[in-house]
């Protein structure tokens, strides 16, 4: 078969997206024989299967294909691939030395061409990369009309799409989800390359997590799936992927799909070369095991996140407050209320920043902050963020004795939460609202309310909320006779932990804790660390 015979057989896997098929036979030509357009081919499946060296290199031999055939327009397009994989990749400093080089060539090649406007795309992410939100702002309207100026779908849809992002975080949020809509319209259409579309996917995905748009989110989140699923071998954008179904899940309630999935998208991020998003998939991880109440495990993966670049906060906040350690968590929720200004980051701390401060007596800096969660909710035009509202301010009238108005924030809020399929929230809610009617006098309801919740925080395994809720309805009585101290012991071996980790987190020698197990299989007549765990989720304690 001749040397053109292997290179038609490559172009044709490339144009059907068989990715893998269309590297490796790309890859077996001889360098010799691939055009520019080839080693662009090349990059791009190079990229979209994980394999970053390669697509560098790729992208470098097209540029210089391109600039020998006299094809400056063509060289920059190249080198601005080069500057988006260099600056996702860490490597700002020769992304940027790209960008100067390709600036440079425009401005010598004189004439008005779509690249112009890819480098402005560019130019806007480097303003953002820096803070400088104004100069972004004013930068990313260029992209999309030089887009539209030279019918260029694909640029087209990128300017709209940042146009979009800058608007949720300068407060316009409806303006800017209209925008992401718009975006995503092309990608669907089939308008948009597949590296461009899965980066609108994501990032669009991400823009609806954090204003809480989490209808929108798992709308997008399946149509990303699917996208991903007919692209055998993809390694791109799967990660992301995985992490946005890890989200969901546990809004969703199915914790353990939960942390299956995110350990999923952290081994994917690993096989596409290394990601700094790694930090977020670790980050859901300790949010599941925190409502699971395992408090090192959470501990553990917080720390995990933070080493990659996520941060850790609020979620650890919230951690400390779960263990009674309101006097720390206090200085840590207000630094974070004056850090985060802007609307979108400031929504994302307030539902923890409320619970501390109500923990900590500070009911007029919560009822503040809860105002602003209520008015985020009705500019963002978000449920779930108005739900969120909803349990702030039940749960600061309750505290201030304002029962009437309690009753009616939790009731609206367990309401909207149901729509989102949020068992969890759901019987947050109720325990509110169970609380209030108790102390309005209707006991009966009251109790009807509470032993729903248990029931929901039982078939989560949310152990700390079960536990809650068992106080709140007089039921604290613990089976076979368990000491406290035997109690926190068992929930550590529940939880998986070993005996060291026992000693360390209780502050135990391995030896007392070996005799508190000695005692917790005596008591529950059970031979293994297997038996003593499987009692204690029967008994709902942990």
């Not at 490559?10 to 080693?39: I, K, P």
Request: with cysteine.
């Amino acid at each position: 078969m001749s040397v053109l015979d292997d290179l038609h057989r490559a172009r044709e896997a490339y144009e059907r997206r068989d990715w893998v098929q269309a590297y490796r036979m790309l890859s077996d030509q001889d360098e010799s024989d691939l055009s520019g357009d080839d080693f662009t081919a090349l990059a791009t499946t190079a990229f979209l299967l994980g394999r970053r060296n390669d697509t560098v290199q790729a992208l470098q031999r097209a540029y210089r294909e391109y600039l020998e055939q006299g094809d400056v327009p063509a060289a920059v397009r190249a080198a601005y691939r080069l500057v988006a994989t260099l600056w996702q990749d860490g490597e700002v400093a020769i992304g940027s030395g790209w960008l100067a080089r390709a600036e440079r060539q425009l401005d010598e090649h004189r004439e008005d061409v779509v690249e112009r406007g890819y480098l402005l795309e560019r130019a806007t992410m480097r303003h953002i990369m820096r803070g400088e939100l104004g100069e972004a702002v004013a930068t990313a309207p260029k992209v999309t009309e030089y887009g539209r100026r030279f019918a260029d779908a694909e640029l087209t849809a990128l300017g709209v799409h940042t146009e979009g992002r800058l608007m949720i975080f300068s407060g316009r949020v409806a303006d800017g989800m209209r925008l992401l809509d718009e975006a995503m319209v092309a990608v669907l259409a089939g308008e948009v390359s597949a590296i461009f579309s899965g980066v609108i996917y994501c990032s669009s995905i991400e823009a609806c997590q954090e204003i809480s748009d989490l209808g929108r989110a798992a709308e997008w989140t399946h149509a990303l799936t699917t996208w991903c699923d007919t692209q055998p071998g993809l390694v791109a954008f799967t990660g992301q992927c995985a992490v946005h179904r890890g989200q969901l899940m546990r809004l969703h309630g199915a914790y353990q799909d939960a942390l299956v999935e995110l350990e999923r998208a952290a081994e994917r991020y690993a096989a596409d070369g290394g990601h700094p998003a790694v930090g977020q998939a670790h980050y859901e991880r300790a949010e599941v095991l925190r409502l699971l109440g395992d408090h090192a495990g959470a501990q553990a993966a917080y720390d995990r996140a933070e080493t990659y670049g996520h941060p850790g906060q609020p979620g650890r906040a919230l951690l400390w407050l779960g263990r009674q350690r309101v006097v720390t968590a206090v200085p840590i929720v207000r630094r974070l209320l004056a850090e985060r200004q802007d609307p979108v980051h400031r929504s994302q701390v307030l539902p923890a920043a409320v619970e501390v401060l109500v923990a900590s007596g500070d009911l007029d800096d919560a009822a503040a902050l809860a105002d602003q969660l209520r008015e985020f909710g009705t500019a963002f035009d978000c449920s779930a963020l108005r739900a969120t509202g909803d349990h702030a301010t039940a749960l600061i009238a309750l505290a201030r004795g304002e029962l009437e108005t309690a009753l009616t924030a939790a009731r609206r809020g367990a309401d909207e939460w149901a729509e989102l399929e949020a068992p969890y929230e759901v019987a947050r809610c109720r325990v509110l609202a169970g609380r209030t009617l108790r102390l309005l006098g209707d006991d009966e309801s009251a109790a009807g309310e509470l032993t729903v919740a248990r029931r929901a925080f039982a078939e989560l395994r949310a152990g700390p909320a079960v536990r809650e809720v068992a106080e709140l309805l007089g039921d604290t009585s613990v089976p076979a006779g368990l000491s406290p101290r035997e109690l926190e012991v068992l929930r550590l071996v529940a939880a998986g932990r070993s005996n060291p980790a026992i000693a360390t987190e209780l502050v135990l020698s391995e030896k007392t804790v070996a005799r508190h197990l000695s005692n917790i299989f005596a008591k529950l007549d059970v031979g293994s660390r297997t038996a003593a765990a499987a009692f204690a989720y029967e008994h709902d304690l942990v």
